[in-house]
């Protein structure tokens, strides 16, 4: 690909994403949303978020592989769950959550 082309080729991705990211901004400034839509839009980052971490716990190549490795991120997902419930923080659910997958994951070795 010619300097050029890669040139032309950022500009329309550029242009689209200001274009997808701005338009409806600018045209949805100073309107109210229904509570419908707001709360759907709401629900965005979580959905977000959730595909994220379903995206680390699913790893089917490392269950075919070792089973007892497979299943430690939702062993380790157990005391991020109850963390995540009684604090409401982002923060404390990652600090349990790695210290509980490091801890398991040392335990599974020591095995």
Partial sequence: MSTTEFLILYGCVLATMLLSRCVPLFALKGRSLSPRVTEALGLIPPAAFAALVANDLFQP?????????????????????????????????????????ALLLSAANAL
């Fill in 61 to 101: 190549d490392v269950l075919a592989k070792s089973p007892i490795e497979g299943i430690l991120p939702f062993v380790a997902a157990i005391p991020v769950l109850v963390v995540a419930k009684r604090t409401h923080s982002l923060i404390w659910s990652a600090l349990v959550g790695m210290v509980a997958y």
